[in-house]
């Protein structure tokens, strides 16, 4: 089957751009070139991955089921391509570290600063996904070292306990008003939530404290990151969750504040896993320790 990288990357960014045009002028392809590339791989699968809209292409339910394998391949040769420029360099060996945000801002940016400073013959690259995509990750041994939060945990990997923290509510003091209190579950199930996305702890969380109430999330305003959720918590659209660390590295307005969350549902355990395939053992051993050291 002929599937070189050109062909990976533009399967990928023909789903970002929704148009092939777009995916063609975004890698430097002639479009005719890119539209054949498209059908050869599509007769080569048997089946179509897109399907023609007014304003260019959709991924079709055959084409989102084989995106998981084209995503994938694209990791691996990432990794291929990574792994042989640390060695053409001379390096130890390279690492990739597979993290939430909360948990690069909070801890493991710092961390991986140190450990450069200790190891300045190790590669480090750091992959920021929620605890769901970064444990398929590790499954797929397209990172060495993932970092998830314990409750979202679904691999049958060793875990080592890495660090723990929590979630505050976030809100505009112009449109809610909260006392100076830890709040309960029951007096924020009925305001609008701003929560990240399927897969993230806080949407496990926040789904959790509903289903303590015989409730269910309605999911009304789920975003992708951390800042997106802060940009609609500031106009009044709803209340949100977060880390403390994480909201002072926004630096925010006055007219934004934050409030403790009663009992334990908010807390979050991060657990740490690695798995041996690509990276040398000594190397992989030295950042674990440094990682796992850290926590203590």
Known sequence: MKFDTTTVRLILAIVEE??????????????????????????????????????????????????????????????????????????????????PKAVVIQFLAREISDIQHKYPGISLKIVEENSKIVQQLLRDKVIDVGIYEKKSGFLDLPKSPYKEDRLVLIYSRPHFQFRDEPVGIDAILDLPIVSLGTGSAVLSAVERAYRSRGRLFPRNFTVSGFDTMLAMVRHGLGVGLMPPE????????????????????????????????????????NVVTELLGKSA
């Open 18 to 99: 929704g148009s092939i045009s777009r995916a063609a002028d975004k890698l430097s392809l002639a479009v005719a070139a890119a539209s054949r590339r498209v059908t050869d791989l599509e007769e080569q699968l048997g089946a179509k991955l897109f399907k023609r809209v007014p304003h260019g292409v959709e991924v079709t339910e055959s084409g989102a089921k084989l995106l998981q394998y084209v995503r994938q391949i694209d990791n691996l040769i990432d990794r291929l391509e990574g792994d042989a420029q640390a060695l053409n360099q001379g390096l130890d060996g390279r690492i990739i570290i597979g993290a």
């Open 246 to 285: 994480v909201l002072r590295s926004f630096h925010p307005e006055a007219t934004l504040a934050s409030a403790e969350l009663e009992g334990d549902w908010h807390r979050r355990s991060y657990v740490l896993s690695c798995v041996d395939g690509h990276a040398q053992a000594q190397t992989l051993n």
